[in-house]
């Protein structure tokens, strides 16, 4: 049951909302509107922003992440995310800034929630986003002397390397139309971290020998 009291709680956890958040609701007649917002903060904001969401009641840190986005042609990089909860109105908050492909960095958000060091350390670790200000940034999760950041699209998986991946073909494919032979009749496209094989792993014998920066699209002709 709805009191006066709860509704004016409830309108001022509107009003207190963030300016550019925005709700997700439900679809459907009927449907129960999800009290999540998402806010878009520039990376020089983004301790400010969050500290000024937890001074607005959302106190609880959750988690904080990255999003691979090196393959958007507009502004290529890393959305860092992270998700606040506010205890007393029930509600959750999504920031999130981007970070250019070209430097990595943001500031560390230990200063407003301690428990973002831990997040942040295996957030460097995963996707090599530097958090400036973070006293304590080693390995979390990889052994020692691991190379490379294994969440980004562009870190090569090396048992795809040494073994084909199942779905580079369709059935009725034979291995000759993934390595060139038989001209195909859709585009060949690689998830994240399949790697060329123009560039890396066995190719058949007599297969013809690729130049360096090529690859099997260019081969096939596409």
């Known amino acids: 049951m ?19 958040a925005h709700d997700h609701a439900g679809a459907g007649a009927g449907a129960v509107a999800d009290p999540t917002a ?8 983004w301790v400010a922003e969050v500290t000024a969401a937890r001074d607005r009641g959302y106190d609880y840190f959750d988690w904080l ?20 909860w506010c205890i007393e109105r029930r509600e959750h908050l999504l920031l999130r800034t981007r970070v250019p492909a ?33 006293a304590d940034l080693r390995p979390l999760l990889l052994p020692d002397g691991f190379e490379g950041h294994p969440l980004r699209k562009d870190f090569v998986l090396a048992a795809r390397a040494a ?5 580079a073909k369709e059935p009725g494919e034979s291995d000759a139309d993934t390595h060139g032979g038989a ?20 190719r ?8 360096t920066g090529s690859t099997t699209e260019e081969v096939d002709g596409e």
């Open 38 to 45: 998402e806010v878009d903060v520039a990376p020089g904001e």
């Open 163 to 167: 073994k084909a991946w199942p779905g």
């Open 183 to 202: 001209a195909p009749g859709r585009r060949k496209t690689r998830p994240p971290g399949v790697p060329d094989p123009a560039v890396w792993g066995p």
């Open 65 to 84: 992440t990255a999003v691979d986005q090196l393959d958007d042609t507009d502004a290529p990089g890393f959305d860092v995310v992270t998700h606040l």
């Open 102 to 134: 070209a430097e990595p960095a943001l500031d560390t958000l230990v200063g407003v929630f301690a428990g973002a060091a831990w997040h942040e350390r295996e957030t460097f670790e995963m996707f090599g986003i530097d958090f400036t200000g973070h």
């Open 204 to 211: 058949p014998d007599g297969s013809p020998d690729v130049p």
């Open 2 to 20: 709805t009191t006066p009291g709860s509704r004016d709680r409830e309108q001022e956890a509107v009003t207190d909302r963030p300016s550019g």
